[in-house]
C-alpha cells in the first residue's frame, strides 16, 4: 500500500484474514487505520 503522497504502508495480517479478504499481490485495498493501534518510525 502506498499513502497519497506514495509513502509506503505496511500492515500485518493472519494467513486466514488474506484468505477472508481475497487478498493478493495487485488487489486494490482500502485502509482504514484506527488511531490506538498506530506505530510510526521513521529511517535513522
Known amino acids: 500500500m502506498a499513502s497519497a503522497a506514495r509513502s509506503p504502508l505496511v500492515s ?14 495487485g ?8 488511531a490506538s493501534h498506530i506505530i510510526l518510525a521513521v529511517p535513522a
Not at 12 to 25: K, P, R, Y
Not at 27 to 34: D, F, G, M, W, Y
Open 27 to 34: 488487489v486494490r485495498a482500502c485502509a482504514l487505520i484506527k
Open 12 to 25: 500485518m495480517l493472519t494467513n486466514d484474514s488474506v484468505a477472508e479478504l481475497g487478498l493478493h499481490e
